[in-house]
């Protein structure tokens, strides 16, 4: 390592000092103190030598703290096209938007119970990001099994504190389609096997100032 060979030379002249007084013994600290602050000799030379390079190897080997662990990751377009409780409208639907980029939402979260987490999937439209279907995967042996689907657009699930909660969009002619006049969110919870819904809230819109909407498309 760097410095190594000067500190046998900062030994050396330190043994040709210690002659002169035991004085000199006891001011050891003091020259220590006031080398620390000047150029050339001092306590440079009576302390052990410094290393300029990089720590040693095995430190730098020294393992970082462990991240979490993080859930396998499913592929969703293919486990919404082979799920025959998917409707064939929505598999129809899915199709990527960009290249090999679909227009699927997933989120990973306790639900049920499982040691490994469920699995929510918002299959949405390209254009204006509709939800068209949402559905929800249990892990059950070695595969994932449907145990929730909602189908009427505009729909979109999460997961909210362990609860499924799904929202349902209603539109009157000339609504636009950022702008419902009415919203339905539901609160499901896992009860005996199954999702069962807990609350339910009606939220109701007046019209949005400014230029002339654009009609949502008839469902």
Known sequence: MRGVTGAGSARTRSTARTASTATAVLAVGVLFLSGCGASGTGARDEGPA?????????????????????????????????????????????????????????????????????????????????????????????????????????????????DLVVSKQVYDRGDQVSNPSVEIVITYRWVSGRFVEKYRTHNEYGPVAGPAPTPAPDS
């Open 50 to 162: 410094r290393v300029d390079g990089p720590t040693s190897p095995a430190a730098s080997k020294a393992p970082a703290t462990a991240p979490s662990p993080t859930p396998d990751r499913i592929d969703a377009v293919r486990l919404i096209k082979r799920d025959p409780a998917v409707s064939d409208e929505v598999k129809r639907e899915l199709k990527p938007c960009v290249a090999d980029e679909y227009p699927v939402d997933v989120s990973y979260g306790n639900l049920t119970g499982e040691a490994l987490d469920d699995v929510v999937v918002n299959v949405l439209t390209c254009g204006d990001a509709v939800g068209i279907g949402t559905y929800v995967y249990r892990h059950q042996g070695d595969a994932y099994v449907n145990v929730f689907s909602a189908e009427e657009p505009p729909v979109y699930a999460e997961i909210d504190r362990g």
